[in-house]
């Protein structure tokens, strides 16, 4: 099984900053691209920022400037530094690893439970 896990989530004043985590772990041959995507009240899910293995990246317009994607292979970890937050970027954020459980298996995506980033004005 693969677990995904984030953490950091939480309550901000616009301006302000907030660092996500996201572990995976568990049966794990080998992760491609690692990222993060948020959903607001009524609103689709939509990229934030992903990362791939080689550590070619990708932002969303409305975060480019503010939002740093990160990732750590050796621990399997992907990280989003927030700045310069905005009541616009309240959603709950998601990471989303892109991966290979065993050598025969093919690519799957595995969700996080997400976690909640409220920014107040």
């Known amino acids: 099984q693969v677990q995904v896990v984030e953490s950091g989530g939480g309550l901000v004043q616009a301006g302000g900053s907030l660092r996500l985590s996201c572990a995976v772990s568990?049966?794990?041959?080998?992760?491609?691209?690692m990222g993060w995507y948020r959903q607001a009240p009524g609103k689709q899910r939509e990229l934030v920022a992903t990362?791939?293995?080689?550590?070619?990246?990708n932002y969303a317009d409305s975060v480019k400037g503010r939002f740093t994607i990160s990732r750590d292979n050796a621990k399997i970890t992907v990280y989003l530094q927030m700045n310069s937050l905005k009541p616009e970027d309240t959603a709950v954020y998601y990471c989303?690893?892109?991966?290979?459980?065993?050598?025969?298996?093919?690519?799957?995506?595995?969700w996080g439970q997400g976690t909640q980033v409220t920014v107040s004005s």
């Open positions: 568990g049966s794990i041959f080998k992760i491609n691209t």
């Open positions: 989303n690893a892109d991966l290979k459980p065993t050598w025969y298996s093919t690519r799957e995506d595995y």
């Open positions: 990362m791939t293995s080689g550590g070619s990246t």
